[in-house]
T-cell receptor, first 109, second 113 residues
């Protein structure tokens, strides 16, 4: 079983729509969680950390469910510039990040 | 630009040649990581330094791969006797400390002919 699993999508949504997707992780001892964004042929960029209480950054909301071992990301009022691959990332220990394969989101005009 | 810097951006070489990549982390970050990413996959952890000490190596890092961080600042990743399967994006990241977010460089895209 992969350490982090994501629905690859693609999620194809119109501008202004809300899109949400999850990832699941296998190691219950995982310590910290992040969402990264990656544009085609570019490096991953940190979108937001994910906290147990849930957190919001503008149009982006992340939730963590430790009991069910999943993390979610919700994007409200989608913009064309939100089109990207979103990587779910889990910190298994104090140094190693484990990445999902990514969920592709395409926002259309 | 004070972000993570990697060079070269692209490297094309023939199978069997040796290649070396360089990473300059964010200056105050003492932790440096190397990852490899292939098409359609997320980055995979290769190795990690805290200052100049290489503290962990993935099983993915065969004996053809070696990484150094001699003065605890920049790092190099060398691949000897390259193979077709080494074609990938090699990403470097750095972080300030334990459990802190890692910040990535632009990567070096390696193509083996």
């Amino acid at each position: 079983r992969k350490e982090v699993e994501q629905d690859p999508g693609p999620f194809n949504v119109p501008e202004g729509a809300t899109v949400a997707f999850n990832c699941t992780y296998s190691n219950s001892a995982s310590q910290s969680f992040f969402w990264y964004r990656q544009d085609c042929r570019k490096e991953p960029k940190l979108l937001m950390s994910v906290y147990s209480s849930g957190n919001e950054d503008g149009r982006f909301t992340a939730q963590l469910n430790r009991a069910s071992q999943y993390i979610s990301l919700l994007i409200r009022d989608s913009k064309l510039s939100d089109s990207a691959t979103y990587l779910c990332v889990v910190n298994l220990n104090d140094y190693k990040l484990s990445f999902g394969a990514g969920t592709t989101v395409t926002v259309r005009a | 630009d004070t972000g993570v810097s990697q060079n070269p951006r692209h490297k094309i070489t023939k199978r069997g040649q040796n290649v070396t990549f360089r990473c300059d982390p964010i200056s105050e970050h003492n932790r440096l990581y190397w990852y490899r990413q292939t098409l359609g996959q997320g980055p995979e952890f290769l190795t990690y330094f805290q200052n100049e000490a290489q503290l962990e190596k993935s099983r993915l890092l065969s004996d053809r791969f070696s990484a150094e961080r001699p003065k605890g600042s920049f790092s190099t990743l060398e691949i000897q006797r390259t193979e077709q399967g080494d074609s990938a994006m090699y990403l470097c990241a750095s972080s300030l400390g334990v459990q802190q977010p890692q910040h990535f460089g632009d990567g070096t895209r390696l193509s083996i002919l």
